[in-house]
C-alpha cells in the first residue's frame, strides 16, 4: 500500500518546497556589499562580515550580497549588475578602514589628492569619478543619527562621518547614491578592521562585527518607509 501513497505525499512535499520559495523570493530585498582584499591583506572585513548574511531573512527582508573589487571604474560593474539582478528595496555598501562604525553621509565625486593605487597597481583615471556628474556631494539615504545611536546604545564605537575618503569606498558610495538602478533608500557605511580596538571596550572581532551590521540592518529597515 505504501507505493499507491507515496507518489502523492512526494508531490505535496514538492508543492510546499516550491511555495516556501516563492515566499522567499517574494519579500523585499535587502542588498548588502563589500570589498575584497586590497593593500596585502590576506581579508577585508567588510566582505567577510557581509557575506554571513547572504540568504538570510531580517524583519522580512531577504538578504542578498555581492563583493566589488578593489578597482577604479571596474566596481561599478558588480554594483549594478546587483541592483540590476535583485532590484533591492534596500541597499546598503560597506568598506573597511575606520577606528569605529562610521556612518557615511556625503558622497563626494572625486578621488584622493594622492591618488592611491587600486588592486591593478594603477592610480584614478580622473580627477573626478564622473565628470558629467555635478560636483556637489550627494548626502546619504540611511538613516545616520539613528544607526550612531543605535550601535552606542548596544555599546558599539560608532559615529557619523562627512569625508568617505578618496579611495574605492567614496567611488562605491558616490556610484550608488548617483544610480538609476538604486532604490530610495541607500548609503556607505565603514567598518574597523578585524582586531581594532573598540572605544566603547573590547576589540572589533568577527563577532562584534556581525552584530554592528545587524543592527545597521534593523534600525535602517525600522526607519524606512514601504514602497508601494
Given at each position: 500500500m505504501?507505493?499507491y501513497?507515496?507518489?502523492?505525499?512526494?508531490v505535496?512535499c514538492?508543492?510546499?518546497?516550491?511555495?516556501?520559495v516563492?515566499?522567499?523570493?517574494?519579500k523585499?530585498?535587502l542588498?548588502l556589499t563589500g570589498?575584497?582584499p586590497?593593500?596585502g591583506?590576506?581579508l577585508?572585513?567588510?566582505?567577510?562580515?557581509?557575506r554571513t548574511?547572504?540568504?538570510?531573512?531580517?524583519?522580512g527582508y531577504?538578504?542578498?550580497t555581492?563583493?566589488?573589487?578593489?578597482v577604479?571604474?571596474?566596481?561599478?560593474?558588480p554594483?549594478?549588475a546587483a541592483?540590476?539582478?535583485y532590484?533591492p528595496r534596500?541597499?546598503?555598501?560597506f568598506?573597511?578602514?575606520?577606528?569605529?562604525m562610521q556612518v557615511?553621509?556625503?558622497a563626494?565625486?572625486?578621488?584622493?589628492p594622492q591618488?592611491?593605487?587600486?588592486?591593478?597597481?594603477?592610480p584614478?583615471?580622473?580627477?573626478?569619478?564622473?565628470p558629467?556628474?555635478?560636483?556637489?556631494?550627494?548626502p546619504?539615504?540611511?538613516?545616520a543619527a539613528?544607526?550612531?545611536?543605535?550601535?552606542?546604545e548596544?555599546?558599539i564605537?560608532?559615529?557619523n562621518?562627512?569625508?568617505?575618503g578618496?579611495?574605492?569606498c567614496?567611488?562605491?558610495?558616490?556610484r550608488l547614491?548617483s544610480?538609476k538602478?538604486a532604490p530610495?533608500?541607500?548609503g556607505?557605511?565603514?567598518?574597523?578592521?578585524?582586531g581594532?580596538?573598540d572605544?566603547?571596550g573590547?576589540?572589533f572581532d568577527?563577532e562584534k562585527?556581525?552584530k554592528?551590521?545587524q543592527?545597521?540592518?534593523e534600525?535602517?529597515?525600522k526607519t524606512?518607509k514601504p514602497?508601494?
Amino acid at each position: 500500500m505504501s507505493r499507491y501513497f507515496s507518489l502523492p505525499l512526494l508531490v505535496l512535499c514538492l508543492l510546499a518546497s516550491a511555495a516556501s520559495v516563492r515566499a522567499a523570493e517574494e519579500k523585499p530585498v535587502l542588498l548588502l556589499t563589500g570589498f575584497e582584499p586590497f593593500g596585502g591583506l590576506k581579508l577585508n572585513a567588510s566582505w567577510e562580515t557581509v557575506r554571513t548574511f547572504q540568504g538570510k531573512e531580517i524583519l522580512g527582508y531577504r538578504i542578498e550580497t555581492a563583493l566589488l573589487p578593489v578597482v577604479y571604474d571596474e566596481m561599478d560593474g558588480p554594483l549594478q549588475a546587483a541592483l540590476e539582478k535583485y532590484k533591492p528595496r534596500i541597499a546598503i555598501s560597506f568598506g573597511v578602514g575606520t577606528r569605529v562604525m562610521q556612518v557615511e553621509t556625503l558622497a563626494s565625486n572625486g578621488y584622493h589628492p594622492q591618488r592611491p593605487p587600486d588592486n591593478k597597481g594603477k592610480p584614478p583615471p580622473r580627477d573626478k569619478i564622473a565628470p558629467e556628474a555635478p560636483a556637489l556631494p550627494i548626502p546619504t539615504a540611511l538613516p545616520a543619527a539613528a544607526i550612531v545611536a543605535a550601535l552606542k546604545e548596544a555599546k558599539i564605537g560608532a559615529a557619523n562621518s562627512t569625508d568617505a575618503g578618496g579611495y574605492l569606498c567614496n567611488e562605491c558610495f558616490f556610484r550608488l547614491m548617483s544610480s538609476k538602478r538604486a532604490p530610495a533608500m541607500r548609503g556607505f557605511v565603514h567598518v574597523p578592521d578585524f582586531g581594532t580596538r573598540d572605544p566603547e571596550g573590547g576589540v572589533f572581532d568577527a563577532e562584534k562585527l556581525k552584530k554592528a551590521v545587524q543592527i545597521v540592518i534593523e534600525t535602517t529597515i525600522k526607519t524606512s518607509k514601504p514602497e508601494k
